[in-house]
């Protein structure tokens, strides 16, 4: 039997994957990777305390919220895809390491 | 091979985290349902879940709509700005 | 009155503040107009409750705000907010006018006209307010727009410090304010005027005066009133016009209005009275001797514009109905020549170019509108007999004398000894600025009188200055209605304080008219001595406020924030780690204090 603490803990350590690729990589793309797998992490949250609150009972409602989210990743995934190739075009590179314009 | 101080420490501080998380995930029982407002939409496992939680949704279509015009107005924007040729390129491009 | 007067008196520029910019795209001229016929159509409503005020009609009209804080918006009319916002609409209509001519040639008009109306709407709304917390809002918007409007011309550094120096000053105040009105709200429970005027009596005395006291400290940056006052003269670096109604109608007469209203809403305690007649004769008089030292002709008008705020501080610290009817008159007088004077100086400025009075003289004969009425708006400032300054002062004067005891007494005298120095600063920027042969940086220049549009509002002016003073009659009735005051005593003209503001004009004259307009004794020579010099170079740096305030503030500012600068290295991946580091510390408390704690 699964019980809400292991999904609980799951989502976490998928929390805890994502920030790590925002730490640590150099790559803008993984880093948008990154933002997709927190993303999930919370999103898998919704659908678990949704199925968790009342045993016998699944709230609809956040199913259609993560629906939604998911497009809405998406789109953020695209916008972020845009910033990237912009910010290739402008600095010639993919690392954010290199990127130091508000270093004081 | 010399080692990134930033992965490094990174990885050291998730597994740290993670740790840290499991211990609570399993230490505490989740505490927040108590504050749940109740909620008359829910549905009966027993019943065909993918229809209810469908037809939930068509009730809702406002707050669906609402999504969808932001993906679209921002697919739309996101492909013009790709798409766009670089005016500096341009000019270089014009120059040469 | 007209329907709904007292709403669209300040809706009415605040909204068609926003029309700017899309009349600014059809063409620049209707801009221009359209701008002043918006304030004009404010002001005609706003004048159109003057009637109904004078017969004894006042009201607060409330709509719902924040139910759940038992707050409502609404607008208060009485004789104060009524008075100030046709006070400031008039001025503001007439600098409108005025800048049709004066800023005709600068760039970046749309914004200059949306951030005049918007300053103009968010003042009036001001006076209008029914509720401090109202108040505060509109209160913030003017102390934008001021800073805006400093700030107008962005290309030049000292404009830009300077908006941002008065945005900054101001904000300490605004503080102050802020931490009053949330402990008044948490102490009774309501901001609005009128019901504090009932429940105020549940306050105990020391809580009164520590609201009474921070909401001063908030009329005190804005007002520019002594700790506070360094922006001002600063502040000259904006376009004259803009300078003319920061002095003028908006502003630094929200300091005062402030104190006026709490002088209506709170009783009021004696440490209080002391605080605020004390700043105030202590910023007229420091303010007055700092306009001796000055060489350019707007931060004279500054300086004396602080000094003249400082009477009205004063007069209102008195804690008498006459005191506070007094310090109201003054500031229409000081309106009204205060916005004269300014715009003359701004012809001037239009004309010659330069602030610098060094460089000016001789102007008389070329300008001799501007002249005239800026002779009108100087006798009015030195306080000569028909002018509307001599009636108010001497108000001010005789109600100091009426109260008689020490502190009256010391009031008295010192608001002389500024009378004395008011006058010779008075004459000595006439005198170099207007008489006298002109400069040799004037004798390349082509000079002429101002175009008409600029003339007309500095002739009107000039003429309510001469009659205003004859109006105190109904003035005092005026304001006697409908406030808590309550039927003003007339001092009867008594001939001490009288004699001593002729004798002031006198003392304060005749020197300085030697000085200056004989020139039989030269201004440099006063400076040679060690003592003088050393005072002449005191006022000169305007008693080292700024430079104490640059060693402490700025560069303690900066240099906190250098030694963490090193943390900013501008490494995404460093910025997500620290986070990271503080997600870790997050749970570990958790842990430690024993699961989350809901």
Redesign the interface.
Known sequence: MIS??HY??FT??L???G??C?????NMIR?ILGIEILINAANINFIVFSTN??T??????A??IV??ST??A??VS??A??IV??AY?HYGTLD??K?????? | MSVDKIEAAGLVISVLTAAAFCFLAFQHAFSAFQHAVSNENLVDITRPIGREVSWFMWNRRSIDLIAQAFVLFVAATACLAILRRDTREAEREESA | MIPYSPWLTWLIPLVGSLAMPLLGKINGKLRDWSAFIIAAVSSVFALSMLPDIYNGYSADIQVGWIPYFNLSAGVLVDSLSVFMASLVLCIGTLILLYSIGYMAHEEGLTRYYFLMLLFIGSMTGLVMANNFLQLYVFWEMVGFCSYALIGFWYKRPEAVRAGMKAFLVTRVGDVCLLLGILILYFNTGQLGFSSLQNSAGFLTASSITTISLLMFGGAVGKSAQVPLFVWLPDAMEGPTTVSALIHAATMVKAGVYLVARMSMVFPLVSTYLYVVAGVGVLTAFMAATMALATFDIKRVLAYSTISQLGYMMFALGLGTSGGWFASQFHLMSHALFKALLFLCAGAVIHVTGTRDMRLMGGLKRYMPVTYVSFVIGALSLSAVPPFNGFWSKDLILEECYNLGGEFGYLLFFLGTVTAIITVAYTIRMLSLAFLGEESSFLKEKKLNEAPKVMTFPLVLLASTCVLSGFLQPFFAHLMSQATSIGELSFPNISLVPLSCSLLALVTGGIPAYVVYVKRSFSPERLTQGSVTRGVYKILANGYYFDVFYNRVFVKGACRVSNSFRKLQTGILNINMLAAFIGFLLLVGLLLTFGGIPI
Request: overall charge positive; aromatic content about 12%.
């Open positions: 809400l603490s609980l803990a976490l350590i929390y805890v994957t920030i790590y925002l730490a640590t990589k150099r880093l609150w009342k016998g009972f699944v709230d609809p409602f199913h259609s629906i939604i497009a809405l998406g789109c695209a916008v895809l845009t190739v912009y075009r954010v390491r990127l130091k314009r508000l270093k004081g």
